[in-house]
């Protein structure tokens, strides 16, 4: 059983900035590619930016250029730098880890964190 906490969401004006973290409890958090997914009201959970074990980031295109991800392996930590934040980036945010380790290529959910919101202003 793998845990994993979020934290760092909040309201912030449109422009604005915020860093999500996303604490794992694994001893084998190095080998796992990890995620952040995202759900707005009425819609579906969808995908927002993925790091591989070997840190090659993927994004949605909606964030591209806006939204860095990251990791400390030692701290056992995925970060998620949001710049720019739109009104249309208000969602749950929810860190997942993948469910196999050494891929290289996009992410497969495995656990999921309890999520965290950030509201965005216009």
């Known amino acids: 059983q793998v845990q994993l906490v979020e934290s760092g969401g909040g309201l912030v004006q449109a422009g604005g900035s915020l860093r999500l973290s996303c604490a794992a409890s694994s001893r084998t958090f190095s080998n796992y590619a990890m995620g952040w997914f995202r759900q707005a009201p009425g819609k579906e959970r969808e995908f927002v930016a993925s790091?591989?074990?070997?840190?090659?980031?993927y994004y949605a295109d909606s964030v591209k250029g806006r939204f860095t991800i990251s990791r400390d392996h030692a701290k056992r930590t995925v970060y998620l730098r949001m710049n720019s934040l739109k009104p249309e980036d208000t969602a749950v945010y929810y860190c997942t880890t993948d469910s196999q380790p050494f891929r290289d290529y996009g992410i497969a959910p495995g656990y999921w964190g309890q999520g965290t919101q950030v509201t965005v202003s216009s």
């Open positions: 790091i591989s074990w070997t840190a090659n980031t």
